[in-house]
């Protein structure tokens, strides 16, 4: 054993297992539901004030209060965790970071056998879907893979335009409802967010493809370039998923890039209650997905795949002199955006070699069950209001008070269920309408907890509403 000051020496193997101790011990109190949020105790804020540690308190110690910290802080992986979209931390995911984490592989240059489990677990990824990828890349999530594929599509649209910039004639379309990492990706490409078209949605808040049609007939008329259409895979707001056949087809039609954004909703592509939604993903350019929302590995894997390796290199392949000769290995450096890229494929690899493609898929059809089962409460609670149907895991409902304003209502009760703490669930507007919105993505949601969360919304509902 060396003697660096930083090696922990005789006190490894302890540390080791005092660590495994408590990942097992916050693994056990996963399993249930707790009935409070903590609050953040006083000395763990005095603790957070503290400046720079000269010297330190010694790995068990230190060990002891991250695990305070992280029993104090939003856990994604509590079974009512309905919050946003959450996660899991799936368990083999957690172990297979510890394990890349250890190794500190960096997948920019070529990493030998860890480029054969990422490029091999993008494969399974888009068998899994219906996506036929040829290629693609992991990313830190739906963000980066939308600025990806953006860019790689601006490159099509107006090859060179990385060297001379943009023309400031390139248009990008997506429904009115796609995510905010959309609009954000055409900001940074320099494509200015008025070039991003927001289209219309129908009733199940779907991207209107004849409105779509319209825009780019509008655009071309007026000599500006469309760079691509984003269609979105489940929609952050409601789960609704664009019509991706009818949207490729305008596409195909207008010879326009098709990114499909299922950072969220994607992996339901996977089974079999929910896999026509998604009938012409195999026409896209590009999809996006994030086996750190609904294939519940831990934050953060997100998966870009394409079907044309070459649009990702003519986008992103660059000369510099610190990067080895080409003959030497292939460097995804050559066709991604980050120069340091941690070993995210493994934990979706390990957890896919360990548990199957059909555990994942009974998963995902789970929580599509316990988001119908959520449906059918709310529709039968006669002070509660159901806002769409569920076309995957998302559930926008709101309590429904006997007098006042409902709006101000539902925003006060996502305070107070916050403050509650027995389920964990946030807000939105739909349609100028405040409501409950949670969202299913964690294998460790049972029906009892989708149960638990109606009646704990109507339980709270009632209590502000008698205080209002
Ligand atoms: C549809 C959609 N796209 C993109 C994103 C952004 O993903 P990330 O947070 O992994 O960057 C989200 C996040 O919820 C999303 O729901």
Redesign the pocket.
Known sequence: MNDTPLALGEARTETLEHGLALILESWRGFDRARSYQPPIAEHIRTLLDQGLPQSGIGPHAALDEVSEILDESLAHSRPRFFG??GSSGLELGVLADALAGSHDINLAASAAAADLVERQTLRWVGDLVGYPAAWGTFT?????S?LTALTAARERAQPGCRIDGCDGRGVVYASVEA?S?VERAVEVLGLGRRALRPIEIDAARRMRPDALAAAIDRDIAEGLRPVAVVA?A???LTGAVDPIRAVAEVCAAHGVWLHV?G??GLPAAATASARHLFDGLELADSAAL?GHKWLFVPKAC?VLLVRNRADLEAAFSHDAPYIPEIEFGEHPVEWTLEYSRPFRALKLWLALRAHGAEAFREAIEHDLELARLVADLVRSADDLELLTEPALSIVPFRHVPSRGDPDAHNRRLVGALQRDGRVYVTGAVVDGRWCLRPCIVNYRTSADDARALVDVVREVGRRIESEE
Do not use: I, P, R
Request: charged share 10%; proline share 0%.
């Open positions: 946003y979209v830190s999530g739906g963000m980066l939308n995510h990492s979105t489940g929609t952050t954004d950072a969220y994030d997100g």
